[in-house]
């Protein structure tokens, strides 16, 4: 168990120059690949020995991956951007500023210029067992260590666990679904267009994966539509210090006001479940309505009905109730 | 199999020719191969920032790079700093403030802050934090850090300093 080395086993490793060929690989080492980003989730599992892929596949030489463009109304963004590419796009700043700001809050500088936008939104979950080397259900074996009785779980689910309890830990995801990106997947099946929030998923769909990447599969790009282009944005993460840390609870809002009531919204928080939360009650609610406190608070409520919290995170609560309220107030014209 | 690799990376405004296997990390090989070992070893997970490089400009954590990616890039080590045997205004000026006390974190936050102010040659306070919001210090409580900062952007190297 939890045996930290530091140093990396050999692998093999492929840098393809094309997508096709990057395909290529996948499909000849399927579940022994592994596809390499930015490298900062990688080599942290490699370090540790924990995952010991045949294949390492590097995607930084594959041109179709990079870039970020104008389309239609919209932007399109290789998934091998850096995050500080995107914080720092001016079209992306003046028009979907929810993701620039996201994507500032992720950890630390030296990691926005090495992680990419792909790697942040497919990265796994950081619950500390599983982290840890322990042979936890997410790893394959039969216990969750995270939901125990002396488990320790502050930074753990409140919705939608199943047999494991982990968050997603992305910044940048539940930006995306409220900006209604379409991510895009190339694969064993062709291309796939997604709905952000699709490409999510939980436990009981399949508890070895945060996402629906099959391992042939190498995610291309994300298409933000011009659908929420400039409308009021609202992006806040807690954590416990102001750098490096994960979201304790996060909330990304975006709302179209027109004659003082609320005309569209989307709200999504993160860390509070496997998978990016959207609050579709919450957004069914707010339509129609003004952005006042009151109504703030209501949903605030609202959106935490149904949360299961475990012996340590129930504080997540109150965070969340909060945040929602301030994301509707915050925007308030 | 352990595959090891021919590369040829530019480091300190030198180009240098490396044998080392692909799955050392740059951190490894600027270290064993190169014999720079004024970049540390500290976390080796990204969350303390000693091991910081200058990858074109900007900084990167040289635990998490593969040099094999970085063959085209220019490397900047804390051996690099110095110029003609001088040092730079920014290790003076953390001299002077004794922004240096074990020393560990140094090379990195020399690197990330030279990084800055290439970029922005007075930042504010602010910008300052920021820039090495990537940088833990366990000793000096950062106040100086800051003044040594501030101090080499100022162009105040070699000044008395007033308390
Ligand atoms: C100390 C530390 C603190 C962090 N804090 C935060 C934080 O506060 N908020 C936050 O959101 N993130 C945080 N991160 C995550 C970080 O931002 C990176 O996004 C993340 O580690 C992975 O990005 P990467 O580009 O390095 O990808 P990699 O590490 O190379 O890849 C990550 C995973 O995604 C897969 N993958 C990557 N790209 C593709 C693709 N195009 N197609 C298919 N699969 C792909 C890889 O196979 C791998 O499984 C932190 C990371 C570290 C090390
Ligand atoms: S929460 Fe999930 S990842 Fe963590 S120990 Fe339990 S099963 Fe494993
Ligand atoms: S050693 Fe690289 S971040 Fe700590
Ligand atoms: S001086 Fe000791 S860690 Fe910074």
New interface residues.
Partial sequence: MAVIR????????F?PTSLEDALALKRRYGKASWAYAG??DS??W??DRIKRPDAVI?L?GVAELRGIRDVDDGVEIGAMSTL?DVETHAGIQSDFGLLSDAASKV?????R??GTLGGNVSQDTRCSYYRGGWPCYRAGGNICYADTPTSINREHALFEADRCVAVNPSDTAPALIALDAKFVIQGTGGEKVVDAEDYFITPSTDITRMTILEPGDILTSIRIPGTWKGAQFYFEKVRDR???DFALVSVSSAMKISGGKIEDIRIVMNAVGPRPLRLHDVERQLKGQSATEDVGAAAGELATLGNRPLQHNAYKIPLMRNLVKRAIRGLEV | ???KQHLHLHVNGEPVDVVA?????LL?VLRENLRLTGTK?GC????C?TC?VL?DG????S????P??LQDAEILTVEGLTEDGKAHPLQIAFAETGAAQCGYCTPGILM?AKSLLEKNPSPARREIE??L??NLCRCTGYIQILQAIERAAAGDVGKPISV
């Fill in positions: 530091d140093t990396i086993p050999a692998f093999e490793l840098q490298g900062l080599l942290d490699f370090k590097d930084s500080t950890a630390t500088p030296q990691i210029n090495q102001q750098a490096w | 199999m352990a595959e296997p692909i799955h050392n990390t490894e070893h080796e997970l990204g969350e920032g910081t990858v900007e900084p990167v954590l635990c998490l790079a593969l094999i990616e990330a920021e820039a919001a990537g």
